[in-house]
């Protein structure tokens, strides 16, 4: 064999050791990039999970706010249907008492004649 030969043979042995090397550490790496991400996922899942037990009581507090509003809004339209119905019977009321003033107050007959 001559030199050259060599010294393409132990580069290329070299060089496949190297790969073989570099091939092994990158399986390793991925091999815990995959724990890392398995933990990220637990630590993002309970995370989740405090957040959604945090936000609950936050969305019954602001579903009662809504029904405590739809209640007042629902009083408030009552008492206007009142008032107006108060406000209508006291225009009746007054108009018959106009009604009333303007016209002549019954004659009273008398008992003796005259």
């Known amino acids: ?17 190297v790969l073989v090397v570099i091939g092994i550490q990158l399986a ?4 815990e990039l995959r724990k890392t991400l398995h933990k990220f996922n637990l ?5 989740g ?8 009581p936050l969305q019954q507090i ?8 739809t209640g007042i809004k629902a009083v408030e339209a ?6 107006e119905k108060r406000q209508a019977s006291k225009d009746l ?3 018959d008492h106009v009604e009333l003033l303007e016209s002549k107050p019954p004659q009273k007959k008398s008992l003796h004649k005259k």
């Open 28 to 31: 390793l790496l991925l091999i």
């Open 93 to 95: 009321g007054a108009s």
């Open 49 to 56: 999970a405090k957040l959604n037990s945090l936000i609950q």
């Open 78 to 83: 009552v008492m206007e249907w009142v008032g």
């Open 43 to 47: 630590v993002t899942d309970t995370v």
């Open 1 to 17: 064999m001559e030199i050259s030969q060599t010294i393409t043979l132990v580069f290329f042995g070299l060089l496949t050791a």
């Open 62 to 69: 602001s579903s009662a706010a809504v029904g405590f509003k």
